[in-house]
């Protein structure tokens, strides 16, 4: 029995890698070959356009990388808010290691991919669509959690998981725009409002970092 390739995992690790660094538009077929090492032969062999590693190598991220992460961030064993501070503490740090190692935050990427690819490849947009999703039912799964157990005023809790989700995303682009972090700082503040919810502001080490 022959061995199991191992090229589309490397082709969905190049494609997911490069289009962190630059924009999905940008990234090409060769760039990608050359990144994960496999001939375009190769590519073409599993995959028959650039949008269908995509629909993989999100899938794979999913999987391997932001599930296990939110699934630790918002674990059922931690009190509602702390699962919300911890959120928007680990986005927060992420933008300020953005920023000190590489000189420029870059924002969401699948939010920016989606934005990008909603005319041009609409199976792509609609993969980040469900992904993003993910996210919000994260949230919402919180706000349950806390309507049930002491926030009685959180009347729709997947309306405000969303409200919460876009108001993230909306600091983050700014974040992006300005190219500091500096929309992210008054995010617990903002969240504590809107939930009901003690949720405490950024550390000052990490306000620092």
């Known amino acids: ?22 924009s999905y538009a940008h990234v090409t077929i060769d760039a990608i070959c050359e990144k994960a090492k496999v001939k375009k032969g190769s590519f073409y062999y599993f995959y028959k356009s650039k949008g269908a590693l995509a629909l993989d190598a999100f899938d794979h991220h999913w999987e391997t990388v932001s599930r296990p992460n939110l699934d630790r961030i918002f674990s059922v064993s931690k009190p509602p808010q ?6 928007l503490s680990f986005g927060y740090q992420k933008v300020l290691t953005q920023k000190k190692e590489q000189g420029q935050i870059k924002g969401c990427p699948f939010f920016n991919i989606g934005q990008e690819t909603s005319k041009i490849e609409p199976e792509v947009s609609a993969k980040i669509g469900d992904f993003l999703s993910h996210f919000v039912n994260y949230i919402a799964a919180t706000l349950r959690d806390a309507k049930e157990s002491s926030q009685p005023e959180i009347k729709d809790p997947e309306a405000l998981a969303r409200t919460i989700f876009s108001l993230a995303q909306g ?39």
Not at 4 to 12: D, E, G
Not at 176 to 185: E, Q, Y
């Open 1 to 22: 029995m022959g061995r199991t390739s191992t090229a589309p995992l490397q082709l969905q690790e190049a494609l997911i890698e490069l289009i962190w660094e630059q």
């Open 82 to 87: 702390q699962r919300l501070q911890d959120w």
């Open 171 to 209: 600091s983050l682009t700014q974040a992006r725009i300005l190219n500091s972090p500096a929309p992210l700082a008054d995010l617990p503040e903002a969240v504590s409002r809107l939930s009901g919810l003690e949720i405490a502001s950024h550390p000052k080490e990490i306000l620092t970092a």
